[in-house]
């Protein structure tokens, strides 16, 4: 446990679309020793993208985070 951490948490009503896009945009970070979209080896240029919060600057991604089906 030690060698993983949670790097940020964000909520949405549109998560299941969130973790789509994400998986797709960090597929070449997968963990190369697990057969799962879930594990991913980041470098920490990419792990700004969380910390920074620069998915806000990431149209798909807002795109996606704002979408709403109640509207």
């Known amino acids: 446990m030690d060698d993983f951490s949670e790097i940020k948490i964000i909520e949405s009503h549109n998560a299941l679309n969130l973790e789509s896009y994400l998986k797709r ?15 991913f080896l980041l470098p920490e240029f990419e792990l700004r993208y969380f910390t920074n919060n620069e998915y806000q600057k990431d149209n798909d991604f807002m795109k996606i985070f704002n979408y709403r089906l109640d509207v």
């Open 25 to 39: 945009k960090f597929k070449q970070y997968r963990h190369p020793l697990f057969e799962s979209t879930e594990w």
